[in-house]
């Protein structure tokens, strides 16, 4: 779906709103991170932070890399599109070379980008991801998008243990297929959000030498974990990016159970498709009506679990 149909989508938004209510520093070497919306406006329409929380836009957002490429997504609207943009220059386009090109300023961490006379110049303002402009909005609306996230998440949060494998891959990986690793997981609150930390055999520990790290937010209403986007993201050095992970309990189909599945192509063009099979700790394994045990199940896990410790936080079995 080309983005012109996202926009056209928000300016839908934005017009109907009008109807209803009448009746970081510039620097020239680009720009790098994750710029979250906290307004937008036509020229009938003013729409804060609040209100697009009320119709779901909120999550709508503007990633930049300081190569001059990016992308934008536009929350509930399919997946990203990708642009570049011209520092020096102030425009942006899409990567497609549709619609022409945007314009935009910067202020700080603040980013307002004009989308042009297709779009009766409708302007949304970005303001840098856990910036004080962004706290600061979000602050105003009553959001506490950086505060800890409030709800039940027991089923969620905590100790895990289980293994991961590669399903298929070539290149590097294809010698890889059908191996399996034994892990350690941890979920827990962070940035308002959650992160799993996943630590195996070879790259063994929690505080310094993790497989994987990825920050996901919980819906609690749809019980299910989508990955959001960070710069630390990661699963074995290559990043993971918004959506790419989506952890559905009931896929397990048993109780105390998550399975992860996700592909990438790194950096050599190598594919790699994998999976992570977890069971909470405390749980014994259910091999009967999911699957085979980690390795080390019997030899280590198990006793731990029995003798009442916590889960390693350096794997050495």
């Known amino acids: 779906m080309k983005l012109h149909k996202h926009l056209s989508l928000l300016l839908t938004v934005l017009l109907l709103l009008t109807l209803t209510a009448c009746g970081g520093d510039d620097k020239e070497t680009g720009l790098s991170g994750k710029y979250l919306i906290i307004s937008g406006e036509t020229a009938e329409q003013q729409l804060d932070y609040e209100l697009l929380t009320l119709i779901e836009l909120d999550k ?21 599109e990708p ?11 899409f990567a497609d070379g549709s619609d022409g090109n945007l314009t935009y300023t910067v202020k700080g961490d603040v980013i307002t980008v004009t989308f ?16 004080s402009s962004y706290k600061d909005a979000v602050g105003s609306a009553g959001s506490g998008a950086t505060a800890t ?61 993790c497989l ?23 699963f074995w050095g290559v990043p993971v990016d918004s959506g790419d992970w989506v952890i559905d309990p009931d896929y ?3 109780d105390d159970m998550l399975i992860i599945e996700d592909a990438f192509t790194d950096q050599n063009g190598d594919y790699c498709e994998y999976g992570v099979v977890l069971t909470r700790w405390g749980v014994e394994w259910n091999e009967i009506d999911s ?13 731990l679990m029995k003798q009442g410790k916590d889960l390693p936080a350096v794997f050495e079995p």
């Open 252 to 254: 397990a189909g048993v």
């Open 116 to 131: 042009g006379e297709l779009y009766d110049d409708m302007v949304l303002t970005f303001a840098l991801e856990g910036s």
């Open 83 to 93: 642009i570049t943009y011209d520092h020096a220059a102030k425009t942006m386009k």
């Open 291 to 303: 699957t085979y045990p980690p390795d080390y199940y019997e030899s280590y896990f198990l006793p």
């Open 149 to 209: 996230p409030t709800g039940d998440y027991s089923d969620w949060e905590g100790q895990w243990y289980g293994w991961w494998t590669i399903f298929d891959g070539d290149g590097y990986y294809y010698d890889y297929i059908n191996y399996s690793w034994d892990c350690c997981v941890v979920i827990e609150p962070m940035d308002g959000n959650h992160l799993i930390s996943i630590w195996d055999e070879d790259m063994n520990s929690y505080e310094d030498n």
């Open 212 to 234: 994987a790290e990825v920050l996901v937010e919980i819906d609690l209403k749809k019980d299910e974990a989508v990955s959001v986007y960070d710069s630390r993201n990661q």
């Open 60 to 80: 709508t957002y503007l990633k930049l890399n300081k190569d001059g490429t990016g992308e934008i997504f536009f929350q509930g609207e399919g997946d990203p």
